[in-house]
Every structure is written in C-alpha cells, then in structure tokens.
C-alpha cells in the first residue's frame, strides 16, 4: 500500500464517471471484492465509448480485452462514493491502452486502484486486427 505522499500526479483525464457501490460487491470483509474493480473499470469504458459522436464498433470491428493490470491501493468499503478516471497511456493502429484510477469522489487523492488495460479492435467474424476506428482516435487525442 502506498502513501499520499508517494502518488504522483495523475495527467490530465480522458474521461471522469462515478461509480455506484452496491452491497453485492462486498466480500465478507465489508470491502468491494477485487473482481469488480474489473466490472467498475469495464463499465467506466464503455460509458466513454458510448459518448463518442460516431461508431466505435460494429461488423466490422469492436474492441476486446487483450491485457489488464490494477494496483490495489486502498480498499473500498461501503457505503462509499467513487468516480472512475480513466487516460490514454498510448494508441495504436488497432490497440489502445488506458489507464484508469479508482478515487474517493471528493478526494482524488485517495486511490483504491490503478493500472491499465489494452483493448485490441477486431474483427468479430475473423479473429484479426483492424484499425482502431476514427471516433476513437479523435476522442483519444
């Protein structure tokens, strides 16, 4: 676990959503079991993603999951209010990864977890890669 003091400042985000903790994402020690961080991050993605003015997937295309990786800082007890950041660490042809934040919601100094994941667009039908679509790359920066 670290301290206040050792985080370093996060850069500008990419996109900012709160996030509601239920009951059912406590484990036995009245903390959000480490599995629904995924759930959190996943649901932060896709409320991004659905904001965009054009198509992000399709036929043709759509991301998946290729790689992930969460630093637990803090755990989450309920009740509690938090929000999700997410940032682009790096874009590619046809894969992006984002880094995200787990926060306290008036206190973005509190982090219950970071990392980041690499999502690959594919082709549903083949399997392959395909270019990351145009919405993506303008929203991303």
């Known amino acids: 676990m670290t301290t206040e003091a050792s985080n370093p400042p996060a850069p500008t985000p990419l996109f900012i959503t709160p996030m509601e903790v239920r009951w059912q994402d406590l484990d036995a020690y009245n903390h959000v079991n480490n599995a629904n961080y995924l759930v959190y991050l996943q649901e932060a993605r896709i409320k991004w993603l659905q904001q965009l003015p054009d198509t992000w997937h399709g036929e043709d ?11 637990y800082r803090l755990p989450i007890e309920w009740p509690a209010d938090i929000q999700i950041e997410l940032y682009v660490n790096r874009i590619g042809t046809s894969s992006m990864t984002v880094g995200h934040r787990i926060v306290t919601s008036d206190d973005a100094t ?23 679509p145009q919405a993506v790359r303008d929203a991303a920066g």
């Open 61 to 71: 295309g759509a991301p998946v999951m290729a790689h992930s990786e969460l630093n």
């Open 110 to 132: 509190k982090i219950h977890c970071d990392g980041s994941v690499t999502m690959v667009w594919i082709n549903p039908k083949t399997g392959r890669p395909v270019p990351i």
